[in-house]
């Protein structure tokens, strides 16, 4: 199969509910669609809700239910994000789980202060640059079954549990074992398997199923797991009772680390003990700008999210016109300003701890300014165009340091702390095998390949981006946070893989700068440009729009996905606009 139907496979399944039908709700009045529940909250009928109190907008209800549960006993976001994120490695495990890791970026209300929290996978100790070169082409005609995608070899380090402890530590204040409570209810007693699940897991069952408690999970129904049936997962109800009693601990120097180790080895990894002891969460500094008059707070390398982000929206900052042009102009304008940053994105991104990224030369005045003047208004520009290539000699070889599927979910509390977090198992189902209940992630597959072969959404990069001893490979997540002067007023972040920052980015600037409401500036169509292949793709849109397109010289590619945004848009009155993607069947939850 051709690299571009397995990618169009990819976002397809992803894709579960249609932007046709979510225009139709958008003229709800938002009062009245919740229920209320017995645990003093409330679950929304649809994909956006207002609230007064506390907000969880998650890409799965039952997920975004746990939350709020926690908010609804006097937890505070910490607490709730960590709910959330136990509770959608049970519901949503095709996507996320402690098999994974992510990044978290919280505010602190009290302090006023921001930390940013990488729990993202890494390498093992014998991960080198050339260890997917010679292996089965990425292009090959099974889908996503090339080793750095399927097997134990595609294992990287699981961040998860680590990162969950590292932030209920540090802002927590609830006991761990009733932070689990709810992810634990749901594992045990079961939930309502999810359309998503279903659809993902259909070209992926025969895989599935060579995993012995896979094919527990998918009984006798070994085409994939059928929407609307009730699951249990008592194996990994049983490692979160331990998570529950010991925390972290025994996912890297214990009995489940061991376990992990097995499994990744006898699928043909090279996993050790020692990786998963040596293990760290980095608290690393968030990225921040000031543009149109806002303070954008995002994620720094090893993602490429935060950077792409604040470079695209400066560009448009330069470019924004006095007048209102068409809706096709301004579609250009986005995807003009993907180009460039994207080209850095492969060019000079890669984990901190092993490489300089020259960040400040890269989001230099001067370097945004040059680039600014290459802006055709009329006319889409060669991505190349816009590389601007910095000094030969940078980025450079760092001294290495010692330590050192996907979901989105944002969390305000009532005390104004605000919790953004992206966590993941890279493709779905991740690796496609288990231990101790957990979805094994295939994070190796987002690491650059010296023979050129592009990742699973088709990205490339250089050696920067390697596979090295302990590297932590390149992501697209952009948990973001939003200010207005001290105030924090937009909590965003999106999954999709590199579709992540150009969704993210659209559904702010609607929210934000163009002053949409809430729900409209999520369910919009979206476009997508990544710099290379020169193809703009786009959702929906009216005829007229793409004959524009075309005209200005755009090769246009159809497509049913353009990333999945959650966001809750923080009102100076009090009032809290939770917006969960109807692209992927989420419903936020609050009170």
Known sequence: ????????????????????????????????RAKKTSASFVTSRSFDAAFRDFAVAADEPQAAGAGAEILAQ????????????????????????????????YYDAASHTLTFLDFREFAPSAAKATMFKNALSRSSAKEFNSPSQYGGLAVAVPGEPAGIEALLDEFGSMPRADVVKPALRLAEEGFVVSKRIAVMSQPLARDLAKDPHAR????SDLKGFVAGSKLKRPELASTLRVFAKEGARPFYSGAIAKSVVATANKHGGVLTMKDLATYRVKKRTPLEKSVFGFRWVSAPPPSAGGYILLASLALLEHWAPQAQPSQAWWLHAFAESFKGPFIDRAAYIGDPDFVVVPLDALMSIQRIARRAKLFDPDRAVS?????????????????????GGTSHFCVVDARGNVASVTTTI??????????????????????ANPSGEKNAFGLSASSVNYPGPHHRPVSSATPTIVFKGNQPVLCIGGVGGSRIVTAVLQTAYYALIAGN??????????????????????????ASTLKELRGMGYTLESSEYGGSVQMIRISGYGTLHAVSDPRKGGKPAGR
């Open 74 to 105: 006097g937890g505070n976001a910490a607490d709730a994000a960590a709910a959330t994120m136990l509770a959608l490695g049970v519901s949503s495990f095709a996507s996320s789980g402690l098999g994974g890791g992510g990044f978290l970026l």
């Open 216 to 219: 527990t999970l998918l009984g």
């Open 426 to 447: 890279n493709l779905p189902f991740g690796a496609r095998i288990t231990a101790e209940g957990m979805f094994l992630n295939n994070e190796m597959d987002d690491f």
């Open 1 to 32: 199969m051709p690299n571009a139907c397995r990618r169009s496979w990819l976002i397809a399944v992803i894709n579960f509910s249609l932007i046709a039908a979510c225009a139709r709700t958008l003229d709800r009045p938002i009062e009245g």
């Open 517 to 542: 409401p809430a729900g409209s500036s999520v369910a919009l169509p979206r476009i997508h440009h990544q710099g290379e292949p020169d193809i703009l793709s786009h959702e929906t849109f009216d």
């Open 383 to 403: 991505p190349f165009r816009y590389a601007l290539p910095l000094a030969k000699n940078s980025p450079q070889q760092a001294d290495a340091k010692h330590g």
